[in-house]
T-cell receptor, first 114, second 111 residues
Framework: KAGVTQTPRYLIKTRGQQVTLSCSPI?????VSWYQQTPGQGLQFLFE???????NKGNFPGRFSGRQFSNSRSEMNVSTLELGDSALYLC?????????????FGPGTRLTVL | DAKTTQPNSMESNEEEPVHLPCNHS???????IHWYRQLPSQGPEYVIH???SNVNNRMASLAIAEDRKSSTLILHRATLRDAAVYYC????????????FGIGTKLQVIP
C-alpha cells in the first residue's frame, strides 16, 4: 500500500505570494491532518479534515486554510506569505473509523519564504 | 487540551537501554498516551500507545505510572537507527482534537 505523498517536496516563494500544498492520503484513509514544523516551535497542529469538512483547527491565522476533496486528497493554502512561514509542512492520514488510530505521516513539503 | 513535558535531549550508548520520560500531570481519564518518533529527514512515525497498562511491541515498551501522570518509553537496546526526535502526545480515543507534538526529545545514540 502506498504511503502518504506530498507535493511538491520543496518550494521557494517570496513574501506576499501565496502557496498551495497537496497531500494524498493512504488509500482508505479519510482523515487528513496538517502540521507545521519549525526548529523553535516543533510540530504544531494546523487543521484536520474528514469527509471534506474541517473538524478542528489549530491556533494559526486565517491566512492558513485548507480543503479536502471527495477522494480524501487535501490541499492547504497559505496566502500573503511571511518570512516566518518558512517551515516543513507535514500531512498525516488515518482511517478515523471508530477509536483513534495511528497517524501516518508524509515526507513533508519544505517551504522557504524569501 | 492536556499537555506533555519532555526533556529537550538525551544521550545513550549504543546497545544500552534508553528510558525516555514524559510528564502529563493534567491527563484525563480518557486520554491515551502515544509516542511517535521522527528520523532525520522523514515525517514522524508511530511507535506505541497505551491507556493504563504497560505495553510492549516490536519497537519499544511503554511504562505508565500508576497515577498516569507520567510515562516512559523504553528502547531495550539502542541502535544508531534509533537516533531520532521522540514525541509523547495525549489523545482521546475518538473525535477530533488539536494535538500538538511540540519539540519532543532528541535522542543521540553514541557508538
Amino acid at each position: 500500500k502506498a504511503g502518504v505523498t506530498q507535493t511538491p517536496r520543496y518550494l521557494i516563494k517570496t513574501r506576499g505570494q501565496q502557496v498551495t500544498l497537496s497531500c494524498s492520503p493512504i488509500s482508505g484513509h479519510r482523515s487528513v491532518s496538517w502540521y507545521q514544523q519549525t526548529p523553535g516551535q516543533g510540530l504544531q497542529f494546523l487543521f484536520e479534515y474528514f469527509s471534506e469538512t474541517q473538524r478542528n483547527k489549530g491556533n494559526f491565522p486565517g491566512r492558513f486554510s485548507g480543503r479536502q476533496f471527495s477522494n480524501s486528497r487535501s490541499e492547504m493554502n497559505v496566502s500573503t506569505l511571511e518570512l516566518g512561514d518558512s517551515a516543513l509542512y507535514l500531512c498525516a492520514s488515518r482511517t478515523a473509523s471508530g477509536n483513534y488510530n495511528e497517524q501516518f505521516f508524509g515526507p513533508g513539503t519544505r517551504l522557504t519564504v524569501l | 487540551d492536556a499537555k506533555t513535558t519532555q526533556p529537550n535531549s538525551m544521550e545513550s550508548n549504543e546497545e544500552e537501554p534508553v528510558h525516555l520520560p514524559c510528564n502529563h500531570s493534567t491527563i484525563s481519564g480518557t486520554d491515551y498516551i502515544h509516542w511517535y518518533r521522527q528520523l532525520p529527514s522523514q515525517g514522524p512515525e508511530y511507535v506505541i500507545h497505551g491507556l493504563t497498562s504497560n505495553v510492549n511491541n516490536r519497537m519499544a515498551s511503554l511504562a505508565i505510572a500508576e497515577d498516569r501522570k507520567s510515562s516512559t518509553l523504553i528502547l531495550h537496546r539502542a541502535t544508531l537507527r534509533d537516533a531520532a526526535v521522540y514525541y509523547c502526545i495525549l489523545r482521546r480515543s475518538g473525535g477530533y482534537q488539536k494535538v500538538t507534538f511540540g519539540i519532543g526529545t532528541k535522542l543521540q545514540v553514541i557508538p
